[in-house]
Nanobody, 125 residues
Framework: QVQLVESGGGLVQAGGSLRLSCAVS????????MAWFRRAPGKEREFVGS????????SYADSVKGRFTVSRDDAKSTVYLQMNNLQSEDSAVYYC??????????????????WGQGTQVTVSS
């Protein structure tokens, strides 16, 4: 079993930055592809970004491309989401996810077996 714990959320002004962390325990992180999703009030959960086990391949939603960066430190069993130039529409609960499935798109929540509890990000305009 894999446990994921997100941290780093909070309140920030528009144009500001935050870095979210996802601490992974229970299994070796390096085998898993990792992703961040978010859910805003009244909206569906949506894909934000992902990173493959080797760390060389990342993927981002168009809405965050160029502003957000996913990275991983397998030695620390931690995955990060650096968020720059935050906008009010980025306000949401952000979730970290881990998965082993290779036949499902990394942008689909079905690709991930394990999920964290989420951390709230609120951007004030």
């Amino acid at each position: 079993q894999v446990q994921l714990v997100e941290s780093g959320g909070g309140l920030v002004q528009a144009g500001g930055s935050l870095r979210l962390s996802c601490a992974v325990s229970g299994r070796t992180l390096r085998f898993y592809k990792m992703a961040w999703f978010r859910r805003a009030p009244g909206k569906e959960r949506e894909f934000v970004g992902s990173i493959w086990p080797d760390g060389d391949i990342t993927s981002y939603a168009d809405s965050v491309k160029g502003r957000f960066t996913v990275s991983r430190d397998d030695a620390k069993s931690t995955v990060y989401l650096q968020m720059n130039n935050l906008q009010s529409e980025d306000s949401a609960v952000y979730y970290c996810a881990a998965g082993l499935k290779s036949t499902v798109s990394v942008r689909s929540s079905r690709a991930y077996e394990f999920w964290g509890q989420g951390t709230q990000v609120t951007v004030s305009s």
